[in-house]
């Protein structure tokens, strides 16, 4: 039976299910059999006997989980970040937006070497794995150090090197290379993206540019627009249109396109965003929102109604502090009952659709992860819920979006291979990650240079 040999078999759990309308179940006791990186079945069996279940006695594995009393869900995709700013978590604290891109993370970010994103990819890398991250959609600077990151740490993402135009043509034509460059890399697990940084710092002419490469490549792209109402209005003031009318007019949402935050979305945006519903994500990242004073969240009630996803995210942690996608959920789900006047609107189930196949959408990965399925890429997380915070489930949703946190995580597995088992971390070294980047922070956080990478002006 050895070349029948299962790569990995989870048995005993609990597992999140979808419908074919979608609509997020539970069944207990549950078998996973993992070949070749593939879900090759889900099987409930009868309550397990002294000698196993069924499927548990039939499947020979090379590894296998005993996960009684934990809950398998899809892993968490963090649909918007910048890794390797955790070297920054803390440095810009309780400023406005203005202030924080002018004063101190464009100076500091001038000084940016490959090395730093390299260390702090690693580091964020470790954070997302133990808080059951399994993919994150990367948008920074020096990107095949995040790449080769991933390629070593086993995680899936979707990278693309941000620009602005103040780099010139460069800063597009290196973009375009790395998409080119780095697609499919790390056995598969890496896709690429388009990704000048936002409609207020890439001009009009070079979006048109960006979209024409985009469909001529066939890759998507991923940007920052309308990420607050006061862009929204300046660009109005300024130009007569919304951020996302620029993107209409540029051609960008004419190609697959996640857009970042999005909080300051208008109604006059809702029919242009209405023509492209099935081209266009929005990822939200509602800590940052809260952090910055934002008057407006992303209008995820509006979305929802026009059919576009929304994934949920982090940014990068020089604003969120936290590259932790579980507590998006919980406040995605708690902004959207405060900002709507409706307790019964995003219920945890809502919230768990977001953060399984909406954020799997997101990210263009609607139809290889994001659900526990047979035929879907392995990317599977462990949630002991024995804790005296989760106990007793009454109702299981509830308890895993509100209750739950992300160090219940016990078990991250990404393509059928297990990246921490019982909490420890088995692809990344933190302690030594940690003291090279605390050698770097010198260098990295001068600022006495008077330079910046950009300047915020919206
Ligand atoms: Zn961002």
Same mark, same amino acid.
Request: glycine share 8%.
């Given at each position: 039976?050895?070349?029948? *040999?299962?790569?990995?078999?989870?048995?005993?759990?609990?597992?999140?299910?979808?419908?074919?309308?979608?609509?997020?179940?539970?069944?207990?006791?549950?078998?996973?059999?993992? *070949?070749?990186?593939?879900?090759?079945?889900?099987?409930?069996? @009868?309550?397990?006997?002294?000698?196993?279940?069924?499927?548990?006695?039939?499947?020979?594995?090379?590894?296998?989980?005993?996960?009684?009393?934990?809950?398998?869900?899809?892993?968490?995709?963090?649909?918007?970040?910048?890794?390797?700013? !955790?070297?920054?978590?803390?440095?810009?604290?309780?400023?406005?937006?203005?202030?924080?891109?002018?004063?101190?993370?464009?100076?500091?970010?001038?000084?940016?070497?490959?090395?730093?994103?390299?260390?702090?990819?690693?580091?964020?890398?470790?954070?997302?794995?133990?808080?059951?991250?399994?993919?994150?959609?990367?948008?920074?600077?020096?990107?095949?150090? !995040?790449?080769?990151?991933?390629?070593?740490?086993?995680?899936?993402?979707?990278?693309?090197?941000?620009?602005? $135009?103040?780099?010139?043509?460069?800063?597009?034509?290196?973009?375009?290379?790395?998409?080119?460059?780095?697609?499919?890399?790390?056995?598969?697990?890496?896709?690429?993206?388009?990704?000048?940084? /936002?409609?207020?710092?890439?001009?009009?002419?070079?979006?048109?540019?960006?979209?024409?490469?985009?469909?001529?490549?066939?890759?998507?792209?991923?940007?920052?627009?309308?990420?607050?109402?006061?862009?929204?209005?300046?660009?109005?003031?300024?130009?007569?249109?919304?951020?996302?009318?620029?993107?209409?007019?540029?051609?960008?949402?004419?190609?697959?396109?996640?857009?970042?935050?999005?909080?300051?979305?208008?109604?006059?945006?809702? @029919?242009?965003?209405?023509?492209?519903?099935?081209?266009?994500?929005?990822?939200?990242?509602? *800590?940052?929102?809260?952090?910055?004073?934002?008057?407006?969240?992303?209008?995820? *009630?509006?979305?929802?109604?026009?059919?576009?996803?929304?994934?949920?995210?982090?940014?990068?942690? /020089?604003?969120?502090?936290?590259?932790?996608?579980?507590?998006?959920?919980?406040?995605?789900?708690?902004?959207?009952? $405060?900002?709507?006047?409706?307790?019964?609107?995003?219920?945890?189930?809502?919230?768990?659709?977001?953060?399984?196949?909406? $954020?799997?959408?997101?990210?263009?990965?609607?139809?290889?992860?994001?659900?526990?399925?047979?035929?879907?890429?392995?990317?599977?997380?462990?949630?002991?819920?024995?804790? @005296?915070?989760?106990?007793?489930?009454?109702?299981?949703?509830?308890?895993?979006?509100? $209750?739950?946190?992300?160090?219940?995580?016990?078990?991250?597995?990404?393509?059928?291979? !297990?990246?921490?088992?019982?909490?420890?971390?088995?692809?990344?070294?933190?302690?030594?990650?940690?003291?090279?980047?605390?050698?770097?922070?010198?260098?990295?956080?001068?600022?006495?240079?008077?330079?910046?990478?950009?300047?915020?002006?919206?």
């Amino acid at each position: 039976m050895s070349d029948s *040999r299962a790569d990995l078999v989870i048995t005993g759990c609990t597992v999140l299910v979808h419908d074919d309308q979608e609509r997020i179940g539970f069944e207990e006791n549950a078998t996973i059999v993992v *070949r070749d990186g593939v879900i090759e079945s889900v099987t409930t069996g @009868p309550a397990k006997t002294e000698a196993g279940t069924q499927a548990e006695t039939e499947v020979e594995a090379g590894q296998r989980i005993d996960a009684g009393g934990q809950v398998a869900l899809p892993g968490l995709v963090n649909c918007h970040t910048h890794a390797p700013m !955790v070297a920054l978590r803390g440095v810009a604290e309780d400023l406005p937006t203005e202030e924080w891109f002018n004063d101190v993370v464009w100076p500091v970010e001038s000084n940016l070497t490959e090395k730093d994103v390299e260390l702090g990819a690693r580091l964020a890398c470790a954070e997302m794995i133990r808080g059951g991250v399994t993919c994150f959609a990367d948008h920074y600077f020096s990107m095949d150090a !995040v790449a080769a990151v991933v390629a070593e740490c086993g995680m899936r993402a979707h990278l693309g090197e941000a620009y602005f $135009s103040s780099q010139g043509p460069q800063g597009r034509e290196k973009s375009v290379e790395f998409a080119l460059r780095q697609r499919g890399a790390a056995d598969g697990r890496i896709t690429t993206a388009l990704a000048p940084h /936002a409609p207020y710092t890439v001009d009009d002419a070079d979006l048109a540019a960006t979209a024409e490469l985009a469909r001529e490549h066939g890759l998507p792209v991923h940007l920052h627009a309308s990420e607050n109402r006061d862009q929204a209005e300046t660009s109005l003031a300024r130009h007569g249109v919304t951020p996302i009318e620029v993107l209409a007019r540029t051609g960008i949402l004419d190609t697959d396109v996640l857009i970042a935050h999005a909080t300051g979305i208008l109604d006059r945006d809702l @029919p242009v965003l209405r023509d492209v519903t099935g081209r266009v994500a929005v990822a939200t990242a509602p *800590r940052g929102y809260l952090k910055f004073a934002w008057p407006t969240t992303t209008p995820v *009630r509006a979305l929802h109604d026009l059919g576009i996803p929304v994934g949920l995210a982090t940014d990068g942690a /020089a604003s969120n502090n936290s590259l932790d996608v579980w507590e998006s959920m919980a406040l995605t789900a708690l902004i959207q009952k $405060s900002t709507t006047g409706d307790p019964r609107w995003l219920t945890s189930r809502q919230a768990l659709h977001h953060a399984t196949l909406q $954020s799997a959408r997101a990210v263009g990965l609607g139809e290889t992860v994001g659900s526990i399925a047979p035929g879907r890429r392995a990317d599977i997380i462990l949630v002991d819920l024995t804790g @005296p915070h989760t106990q007793p489930v009454h109702d299981l949703a509830a308890t895993l979006v509100h $209750s739950a946190r992300s160090s219940d995580v016990r078990t991250t597995i990404v393509d059928g291979r !297990v990246l921490m088992r019982d909490r420890e971390l088995l692809t990344i070294d933190v302690p030594t990650v940690v003291r090279e980047l605390g050698e770097r922070m010198p260098a990295l956080l001068d600022r006495s240079h008077g330079k910046r990478v950009q300047e915020y002006n919206t």
